[in-house]
């Protein structure tokens, strides 16, 4: 059984794609899971749905192949869709947006949550990490907007932090992860990157690479932390 192992969740996307290739170049064993096929050579599952069941099923057949990671990092989140986009202004708020950013960027992170806790040895140092962003920060919330964005990601945070004591009790290594990985280069930013000058974009290799950096760290701590791409504390 490799305990060393990474698991990779939204392995099709820029950072996630950035991320696996470079994990596996280290010579770490990986597993992906996406709904394209992933670019690196790794072993993987096309999940065209995600949901409780597939979630479920995904998880058993790791754990029946005898699968154990260090590190779980999970990738799933949506900022703007074709018919969907942050909302400016109270009056652009719709039942339909609301949902799928709850659906997308906190319901699906929860199954995930939920499922994942089986997939680790109990007291090995290991990580769990979900991208969060920094304006799913309450505290931090000085501009306003983006009302689905912001509220799905602050509750994703919730999840995670409660998510944390039970995590204590039954796989006590782990320690949980919300990260915001800074503005990067990839179609998930692309049409709210202009008022970041270039010099402060990251690449998606960048935000990999820094990731990996904090993902690394000893930490002596097993309390759920909500850090940014340069390792400072959020406020929740």
């Known amino acids: 059984m490799d305990t060393d192992a990474v698991l990779v969740i939204g392995a099709s996307g820029g950072i996630g794609s950035a991320l696996t290739e470079l994990l596996v170049a280290s010579g770490k064993r990986v597993f992906c899971i996406s709904r394209r096929p992933c670019s690196?050579?790794?072993?993987?599952?096309?999940?065209?749905?995600?949901?409780?069941?597939?979630?479920?099923?995904?998880?058993?057949?790791?754990?029946?192949?005898?699968?154990?990671?260090?590190?779980?990092?999970?990738?799933i989140g949506v900022l703007y869709e074709s018919t969907m986009m942050p909302?400016?202004?109270?009056?652009?708020?719709?039942?339909?947006h609301l949902q799928r950013y709850f659906e997308v960027n906190s319901i699906l992170p929860a199954l995930w949550l939920k499922h994942l806790v089986g997939l680790?040895?109990?007291?090995?140092?290991?990580?769990?990490?979900?991208?969060?962003?920094?304006?799913?920060?309450?505290?931090?919330?000085?501009?306003?907007?983006?009302?689905?964005?912001?509220?799905?990601?602050?509750?994703?945070?919730?999840?995670?932090?409660?998510?944390?004591v039970?995590?204590?009790?039954?796989?006590?290594?782990?320690?949980?992860?919300?990260?915001?990985?800074?503005?990067?280069?990839?179609?998930?930013?692309?049409?709210f990157k202009g008022g970041t000058p270039r010099d402060q974009r990251l690449s998606a290799y960048q935000a990999a690479q820094y990731l990996l950096s904090e993902l690394q760290k000893p930490r002596q701590q097993r309390e759920a932390i909500f850090i940014d791409w340069q390792g400072q504390p959020i406020h929740w």
Request: with cysteine; proline share 4%.
């Open 120 to 164: 680790f040895e109990p007291h090995q140092d290991a990580r769990l990490a979900f991208l969060s962003a920094r304006v799913g920060s309450i505290e931090d919330n000085r501009l306003g907007g983006w009302y689905g964005y912001r509220a799905s990601k602050a509750a994703l945070n919730m999840l995670v932090k409660t998510a944390q």
């Open 87 to 96: 909302e400016k202004r109270l009056e652009d708020l719709q039942a339909q």
């Open 166 to 191: 039970e995590y204590a009790r039954r796989v006590p290594g782990v320690q949980l992860m919300c990260y915001h990985p800074g503005t990067v280069d990839t179609p998930l930013s692309r049409p």
């Open 40 to 75: 690196a050579s790794c072993e993987s599952m096309l999940l065209s749905e995600q949901n409780d069941s597939t979630i479920a099923s995904c998880c058993q057949t790791m754990l029946e192949q005898g699968w154990r990671f260090k590190w779980v990092i999970c990738h």
